[in-house]
């Protein structure tokens, strides 16, 4: 059973940063594309970040693109997420969430494992 745990949440102030991380079992996650969704209040989850298997290929919603930089480290499973330059729009509940296969995607339904997911809050 493939279980992911996000961590690294918090309250920071505009103009600060966090880093996120994602821990990943009963997976390998060499073999997986990873990705980061979130869901502001009120609003549905929408797609953040993705990278591919050896970190080669990336994407980004515009919005987040210069500020955030998705990696992972195979080696001990886990996808992160560092985000800089925060803006109280990135206010949110944070989901990283795993894709069997190669390609990567925006797509949420492609995605078959979820994180239960970790506040963001960056306040003004």
């Known amino acids: 059973q493939v279980r992911l745990v996000e961590s690294g949440g918090g309250l920071v102030q505009a103009g600060g940063s966090l880093r996120l991380s994602c821990a990943a079992s009963?997976?390998?996650?060499?073999?997986?594309?990873l990705g980061w969704f979130r869901q502001a209040p009120w609003k549905e989850r929408e797609f953040v970040a993705v990278?591919?298997?050896?970190?080669?290929?990336?994407d980004y919603t515009d919005s987040v693109k210069g500020r955030f930089t998705i990696s992972r480290d195979n080696a001990k499973n886990t996808v992160y997420l560092q985000m800089n330059s925060l803006k109280p729009e990135d206010t949110a509940v944070y989901y990283c969430?795993?894709?069997?296969?190669?390609?990567?995607?925006?797509?949420?339904?492609?995605?078959?494992?979820w994180g239960q997911g970790t506040q963001v809050t960056v306040s003004s």
């Open positions: 990278i591919g298997w050896y970190g080669d290929s990336t």
């Open positions: 009963g997976v390998t996650v060499s073999s997986n594309v």
């Open positions: 969430a795993a894709r069997a296969g190669w390609r990567t995607t925006r797509r949420q339904p492609d995605f078959g494992s």
